[in-house]
């Protein structure tokens, strides 16, 4: 029993079908590829030759699996332990300027929790990269889906707007005082 004439195109139909669509779409393993080159050239981009260790057990990124709002990201880092760390950098892979921030602690300065609001681009990974004071690197990352939140529209007030580039909102959790390292809550605002 073979096959008959009339019957070889809806064979061949198929085959082409199931070829082409086995190389059409990248799978998520080519999607992990690609990921993981981008982090080794924004590693080698931002920090150079200094080799990265893994801090996931040591730094905890908390920021939500998929973000309500695209520009206002919530984003949580901790650090575990009593390693000193002297600054911390945010790494965003795939925003346009993945840099987020290089936030350095002063000698008095708490490195353990940071709290901030980021804009997110696409589905990515940010990555928190602690450099401790002698000059150790440690990476943790965190995958989020989030998209648009780079290309969010203008307020109503353009001029306003432009105005407002590039200024940082920070809100302390309690008062400040110049030379303190533990302003309580019931001081004085400083003036």
């Not at 990921?35 to 893994?54: P, V, Y």
Request: proline share 7%; hydrophobic share 40%.
């Amino acid at each position: 029993m073979g096959i008959k004439r009339g019957q070889w195109m809806p064979i061949a139909l198929f085959l082409g079908w199931a070829a082409g669509a086995a190389h059409a779409a990248p799978g998520p393993d080519d999607e992990d590829a690609a990921r993981a080159t981008r982090w080794r050239d924004l590693q080698h981009a931002i920090f150079g030759d200094r080799r990265i260790q893994d801090g996931a057990g040591w730094i905890e990124i908390d920021a939500p699996v998929r973000a309500l709002d695209a520009a206002l990201v919530p984003v949580n880092l901790r650090l575990k332990g009593d390693k000193p760390v002297k600054g911390i950098y945010l790494v965003i892979d795939d925003n346009p300027g993945p840099l987020a921030g290089h936030f350095i602690f002063g000698p008095q300065g708490d490195p353990h929790s940071l709290k901030l609001r980021v804009r997110v681009n696409a589905y990515t990974y940010i990555h928190a990269v602690a450099e401790t004071s002698d000059n150790q690197l440690y990476s943790a990352a965190r995958f989020v889906k989030a998209a648009g939140g780079c290309s969010a529209p203008v307020g109503a007030d353009e001029q306003q707007a432009m105005q407002d580039i590039g200024h940082i909102k920070v809100r302390l959790c309690a008062a400040v005082r110049r030379g303190q390292a533990d302003a309580g809550a019931d001081d004085d605002p400083p003036s």
